[in-house]
């Protein structure tokens, strides 16, 4: 009997695991914006909705068991809907405060790369008059900061129209929604910032599902399709603002010194033993290797050395050559860097030149930063002793000094 039973017992298993789990679908509002959200119109009114977005949010909850229904509104209307708590969610869209009242907002789903579309060659006046499409997120920053609108349009062709018509002097937008327009020769454009646009989960959602919002954040990364990547112009301004800074900190420590004079360790077994006491305590209080890292006269020295940098110096770590933390800016995550693009890159495949990482974002400080790295050579030897990375803030790396005062500055009274 009770090997029929266990039988049986074996075969509802087999079976409820090959059964197909009923997706929960999600119903989600988004705002035409090409690439990012591309509406198709259907026969009959109907319409389908895809891009860059809307495919990072569809594959992320079908990773965590459910499915995005995805339909395209104007931004003001799908405000409102969220508002009254039809909908489930809303997205893409910039962090508010006052959306952050009325729903959640998870990680960023996208990142937009805003820059200041200008005639080329013409003369800018004291006031530009600036141009923004209704209801989409430049417009809701301009207003935010306390901007004037000189005009407010449906499309962003239609701020290129206006624009070669000067009949506005400049159009914020999205770099990659600039290149899908028509009729954009003979213009220049400036970096503004970068902008990371959220998923908006309304407040009844995530109270009937509260592991939502984590388990959707742990999927964006493996769904997300380049969007936080460098172009080519972007990673050649980010590699000359490191190598200057290199220069800089190599005048103030002689690195090979620091690595020699570092904590020293005598195996891999003991780097990784050491590597999860560090973990544990991190980032609220110091191991005891931790602690001695941050000790060091070269950790001193790292500190002092980003805090000359302002904001632009993000974090800085040198290792040796097994990938050993033996110095350090401040407490990172672990002790081990061995396992990490910005070691590998130069330790097993051997690469003398600079490492750029992609961008990532860092939701504790809301900041998007690169990390940039170098290896540590010592004349007379191959193998680097070690690598110095170097966490740079992207959007300041990539500023320079540009400025944009009308925009950037202090919000008009």
């Known amino acids: 009997m009770e090997q029929i039973r266990a039988t049986v017992l074996a075969a509802l298993a087999a079976f409820m695991l090959a059964a197909p789990i009923k997706a929960d679908v999600i119903n989600l509002l988004t705002f035409p914006a090409p690439p990012y959200q591309i509406v198709d119109e259907l026969s009959e009114g109907q319409s389908t909705v895809h891009g ?234 110091h191991s005891n290797m931790a602690r001695r890292v941050a000790e060091t006269p070269a950790s001193t020295v790292l500190r002092n050395w980003q805090e000359e940098q302002g904001s632009l110096v993000t974090e800085v770590m040198l290792t040796n050559s097994i990938g050993a933390l033996v110095a350090m800016s401040q407490l990172t995550s672990d002790f081990w860097q061995g396992d990490e693009p910005k070691f590998e890159s130069h330790i097993r495949t051997e690469t003398r030149n600079l490492y750029v990482s992609p961008i990532r974002y860092d939701a504790s400080t809301g900041r998007f930063q690169v990390t940039v790295s170098l290896p540590i050579l010592v004349k007379g030897r191959w193998i680097p002793v070690g690598v110095l990375a170097i966490g740079l803030d992207a959007e300041k790396a990539l500023t320079g000094e540009q400025h944009v005062p009308h925009l950037t500055g202090a919000p008009s009274p």
């Open 52 to 285: 860059l977005t809307v495919n990072t949010v569809r594959c992320a909850t079908q990773r965590i068991g459910m499915t995005a229904s995805v339909k395209a509104v104007p931004p003001r209307r799908a405000i409102e809907f969220l508002r009254n708590n039809t909908i489930d969610g809303y997205f893409a869209v910039d962090p508010s405060t006052s959306l952050d009242l009325i729903a959640t907002r998870t990680d960023p789903i996208s990142l937009e790369k805003w820059y200041l579309v200008s005639r080329s060659g013409d003369a800018l006046p004291n006031t530009p008059r600036i141009g923004a499409v209704s209801g989409s997120n430049e417009e809701a920053w301009l207003l935010a900061n306390g901007k004037a609108i000189y005009l407010t349009v449906r499309t962003s062709q239609q701020l290129i129209n206006l624009l070669k018509r000067k009949r506005i002097d400049h159009a914020l937008m999205d770099r990659r929604v600039l290149h899908s327009l028509d009729n954009t020769q003979d213009l220049t454009i400036e970096f503004l910032r970068y902008v990371p646009l959220h998923l908006y989960m309304s407040l009844p959602f995530v109270s009937k599902h509260p592991a939502f919002i984590r388990r959707f954040n742990e999927q964006i990364a493996g769904c997300i399709n380049g969007t936080f990547m460098l172009d080519a112009a972007e990673s050649a301004q980010i590699r000359g603002r490191a190598y200057d800074l290199f220069q800089s900190l190599e005048k103030r420590i002689s690195l090979p010194d620091a690595i020699a004079e570092g904590p020293q360790t005598s195996s891999l077994a003991e780097i990784l033993n050491l590597d999860a006491q560090w973990q544990v305590l991190a980032p609220d209080t």
